[in-house]
């Protein structure tokens, strides 16, 4: 999760008014406690990311307690040592179930390892029998999908990690 | 009804000022709304409208398919280019089932029933259904087809499927115009859809669907249901939620129904 991302996610918390939010994933915690309009914000990365293709490029601020908001920004949020391949994360566009195939016992549209392409279905995310096919933003190999059939997902979840071709 | 065909030249004069100019009819289709999406892809405008006197292969929610008779049904399927955020886009998928309770109404006089989050029904047979797929990513929503199947003219289904469907023919013991019911069940979603998409503040839009759907159906309040999500529990429904959401109260405490998969437990 970059700079902006976790701008991105803040403001629709304030949006939404929800005053404390948890996000578990991989080697990634994130925790967001509001009181009044400020919100205070713990973000951890472990030391040693799992098993990734690529490394995932992280704000360098992203290891202690950061301020997104406001208060400073971190340099560069690609270091210039990383690999041609940085990992993108495709997000969850809304609330709702994710499928990986298009319908139960079907192939997935997708495994770990794929050469996907822009605008490739990568899975579907449903909620009130509305079917959103997800796209790939980029094209590359699907490095880590970070979701399982059928789970519950909320709205701007990442879903895959994806290490864009350049 | 040789003459009931619903052809753009049936149906647009009685659509009134509605959004629809252009309307694709076919004999017959594997799937209006597959049809929809890929005009959509390729640029379609907002309004263009997919009917079909069969599918072949008409799709429900995952991957169910969807029993389609020639010349009996409807099956109509919508381009939508909402303004709204992707979160509010969830409302489409209420506003259709709401469009479709009204145009049965209006033309029929008998209202059915409908089963959240927006399956036409009456009693526990299923009159109808909706399919509402997206294109859509975190910050915007591309497009979105609507897609409604009724059943309204069918004799009688075959025998998989008798226990579980029913037609507007067999509830009201009559043959009942297809050409009409459609250009209400447009002129609805037209309503219902502008009513919706004014940008950025839909808040008016969604406390009256909210209210809407609540009273015209008698799953939202006080119905013992069976739910098929999150490993399957049973309880009583409570309302809706402030994003649409169906909320249930279970054993394991307060529950919010995502998807569907809500089933009435008959009362003994």
């Known amino acids: 999760m970059n700079q902006k991302e976790l701008k991105e996610l803040i403001e629709f918390l304030i949006e939404k008014d929800i005053a404390e939010f948890e996000l578990e994933r991989g080697d990634v915690k994130l925790r967001v406690k509001r009181a009044g309009n400020s919100p205070e914000v713990h973000f951890v990365q472990s030391a040693v990311p799992q098993v990734m293709a690529a490394p995932i490029v992280m704000p360098q601020a992203a290891t202690g307690a950061a301020t997104p908001a406001g208060g400073h920004t971190p340099e560069k949020t690609e270091s210039p040592a990383a690999s041609d391949e940085d990992l993108f994360l495709v997000k969850s566009p809304i609330v709702g179930t994710y499928y990986e195939a298009p319908s139960p016992g079907s192939p997935p549209f997708v495994k770990v390892g794929d050469t996907v392409e822009t605008g490739q279905i990568l899975c579907i995310i449903e909620a009130m029998k509305l079917m959103n096919e997800i796209e790939s933003d980029v094209s590359g190999v699907v490095a880590k999908i970070l979701v399982k059939n059928g789970q519950p997902v909320e709205y701007g979840q990442p879903l895959f990690a994806i290490a864009a071709r350049k | ?268």
């Open chain 2, 1 to 268: 009804m040789t003459d009931d065909l619903l052809t753009p030249e049936n149906l647009k004069p009685l659509l009134g000022g509605a959004m629809f100019r252009e309307i694709h009819h076919f004999t017959a289709i594997d799937s209006t709304n597959s049809a929809a999406m890929q005009a959509a892809a390729a640029g379609a405008e907002e309004g263009s409208v997919f009917i079909a006197e069969q599918q072949h292969s008409g799709r429900g929610r995952g991957g169910h398919s969807w029993h389609s008779a020639p010349g009996t049904g409807i099956y109509v399927s919508v381009v939508l280019r909402p303004k709204l955020s992707p979160g509010d886009v969830l409302w489409l998928s209420l506003i259709a089932g709401l469009s479709a309770h009204e145009a049965i109404e209006s033309v029929v006089s008998v209202a059915p029933d409908l089963r959240w989050p927006n399956d036409i029904m009456f009693g526990q047979q299923k009159l109808g259904g909706i399919l509402t797929e997206l294109n859509a990513d975190v910050h915007r929503v591309n497009y979105a087809v609507v897609g409604i199947g009724i059943n309204v003219n069918q004799a009688e289904f075959p025998a998989d499927i008798r226990e579980l469907a029913t037609s507007l023919r067999i509830e009201t013991d009559r043959e009942w115009p297809r050409v009409e019911i459609t250009a209400a069940l447009l002129k609805s979603v037209d309503r219902e859809y502008r009513a919706l998409n004014v940008a950025g503040h839909p808040a008016a839009a969604i406390s009256s669907i909210t209210e809407r759907f609540e009273k015209a159906s008698s799953y939202a309040r006080g119905a013992q249901v069976r739910v098929d999500e999150d490993g399957g529990y049973s309880g009583r429904t409570v309302g809706l939620d402030a994003r649409g959401f169906l909320r249930v109260e279970s054993a394991a405490g307060l529950k919010t129904v995502l998807s569907g998969g809500v089933r009435k437990l008959v009362e003994k």
